[in-house]
C-alpha cells in the first residue's frame, strides 16, 4: 500500500510534467513561426555535429562488448576499480569510452552493462556518475578555441573537469553501502593476461552472434538510441527559445544574478548560467561574451561548472536510457550538482598556477586546437582522435591496475 506521502509525490509529479506539457504546447500555439525555426537549429546540431560525432562510437562500443573485450577489461581493471570506486573492473570500459567520447555515451554502456548483469544497481548509479562526462573536443575546440579563442582555456576546464568527475567517483563510492555487489572476479595462479583472454573468450561465445549479426544490431541499437538523442535536443531547443520569447528567463535571472552575488561572482554571468542549465553549449557561448569587465577566472569557473552539469537536455536523455533498467536518475542528479560545484571551485583555484603560470599554447596537441568540424566529413578524424584518446586513457588504467597487481601479490608473498 501507498503511504500518504507517496502519494503526494506522485500528485507532485503529475502537475509538474502537466504544468512542462502545457507550456510547451501553449509555446507552439502562441510562437508558431519561432518554435518552428529554433527546432529546426535543433534538428541542424543534431545531423551535423551529435549524428556524425557520436554515431561510429555507439556502434564500436556494441561491437566491442559483442566480442567480450568487455569481461577482457573487467579481469584487468578489477584491482583497479572496485578498490577505488566500488565497480567491477568492467566498468573502466565505460570509464574509457564515457571520458573519451562525451555525452551521453557513459549511461548508455552503463545500461547495457546493467542488461547484461556485469553490474548491480548501486554498481550502476555509482559509476553512471561519474562516467558521462563532456569529450575533450567539446572543451578543447568548441569551447576554448570556438567560443573564447584561447586553447590554453581548455587546459584549465580539462583539468577541472576531469578531477571533479574523478572526486565525485570517490565520493559516490560511499552510495547506498548495503547495496548488492557483483562477485569479484575469480582469481587462480594463471598469469592475469591468459585470464583475461579466456574471460573474453568465454563472452564471445556465450554471446553466440557472427559478425555480420552483431553490426546489424549494433547499427540498430545506435541509430534508434541517437533518434533519442536528436528528439531531446529538439525538444529543448523549443523549450528554451519560448522560455525567453515569454520572459521567464528574465525572470529566473534576477533569481540567478541574486545566488551568484551571494556567491561573490559576478551577477552578469546569470544569463549564461540559466541558459546552460538547460543547454551546455548555448550556456558556454553566453558566458564567453559576458562583459569584459567580468574576470575571465570568473567566466571560465561558470563555464565549467556548466560542462559538468551538462544541462536537462543531457539529463532528459539519460533519465530516458537509465529507463530500461532499474538503475534511478536520481543518485546521477546529485552527482550532477556535486560535480558542477567541484568543477567551478577547481577552476577558481588552479586558475592562477595553471593558466597565467605554466601554459602555452605548444603545449595542447594540435588536433585539439581547431573547432570540431560539422559534418560527416569530419567522422573519420575525430574517430581517431578520441579513439587515441581512449586508448591511452584505457593503456593508463591497465599500467596502474598491474602495479596494484604487483603490490598485492608482494604483500602476500610476504605476509
Do not use: C
Amino acid at each position: 500500500m501507498q503511504t500518504r506521502t507517496s502519494v503526494h509525490s506522485n500528485h507532485l509529479k503529475t502537475i509538474l510534467f502537466g504544468t512542462v506539457a502545457a507550456f510547451l504546447v501553449l509555446s507552439l500555439l502562441l510562437y508558431p513561426e519561432q518554435a518552428f525555426d529554433s527546432a529546426l537549429k535543433g534538428l541542424k546540431i543534431w545531423w551535423d555535429v551529435v549524428f556524425p560525432a557520436l554515431l561510429p562510437f555507439f556502434i564500436a562500443s556494441e561491437i566491442l562488448m559483442g566480442f567480450g573485450v568487455v569481461h577482457f577489461m573487467g579481469v584487468l581493471l578489477e584491482p583497479f576499480m572496485r578498490p577505488l570506486f566500488r565497480v567491477p573492473g568492467a566498468g573502466a570500459f565505460v570509464m574509457a569510452m564515457g571520458l573519451a567520447s562525451g555525452y551521453p555515451i557513459g549511461a548508455k554502456l552503463t545500461a547495457r552493462l546493467r542488461e547484461q548483469k556485469l553490474l548491480s544497481r548501486s554498481e550502476g548509479e555509482r559509476l553512471v556518475s561519474f562516467t558521462n562526462t563532456a569529450d575533450p573536443l567539446f572543451m578543447f575546440g568548441a569551447v576554448a578555441v570556438g567560443f573564447f579563442h584561447d586553447v590554453t582555456l581548455g587546459v584549465v576546464i580539462a583539468i577541472a573537469h576531469y578531477t571533479s568527475s574523478l572526486l565525485v567517483g570517490l565520493a559516490l563510492r560511499f552510495h547506498d553501502p548495503r547495496g548488492d555487489s557483483t562477485p569479484p572476479v575469480p582469481t587462480d595462479q594463471t598469469f592475469f593476461l591468459l585470464r583475461a583472454f579466456r574471460a573474453m573468450h568465454q563472452a564471445r561465445l556465450k554471446d553466440g552472434r557472427s559478425l555480420g549479426q552483431l553490426m546489424g544490431d549494433s547499427v540498430t541499437s545506435s541509430i534508434q538510441t541517437l533518434l533519442l538523442v536528436g528528439g531531446y535536443i529538439i525538444m529543448f531547443s523549443v523549450i528554451t527559445n519560448a522560455m525567453a520569447l515569454i520572459g521567464v528567463s528574465g525572470l529566473l535571472e534576477g533569481i540567478f544574478g541574486l545566488l551568484l552575488t551571494i556567491l561573490q561572482m559576478p551577477a552578469e554571468l546569470a544569463s549564461s548560467l540559466i541558459t546552460g542549465t538547460f543547454e551546455i553549449t548555448l550556456g558556454a557561448q553566453k558566458a564567453s561574451v559576458a562583459p569584459e569587465t567580468v574576470d575571465m577566472a570568473h567566466k571560465i569557473a561558470i563555464v565549467g561548472a556548466i560542462t559538468a552539469w551538462s544541462g536537462l537536455s543531457v539529463h532528459a536523455q539519460v533519465a530516458s536510457i537509465l529507463s530500461s533498467t532499474d538503475i534511478r536518475y536520481t543518485p546521477y542528479f546529485f552527482a550532477r550538482l556535486l560535480h558542477g560545484v567541484l568543477a567551478g571551485l577547481i577552476t577558481l583555484i588552479i586558475w592562477d598556477p595553471v593558466h597565467q603560470y605554466l601554459l602555452s599554447d605548444a603545449a595542447v596537441p594540435a588536433f585539439l586546437q581547431q573547432v570540431p568540424a560539422a559534418g560527416w566529413s569530419s567522422m573519420l578524424e575525430r574517430f581517431v582522435n578520441i579513439g587515441g584518446w581512449m586508448l591511452l586513457l584505457l593503456t593508463g588504467m591497465i599500467l596502474v591496475a598491474t602495479v596494484f597487481r604487483w603490490i598485492w601479490t608482494i604483500r602476500r608473498r610476504f605476509s
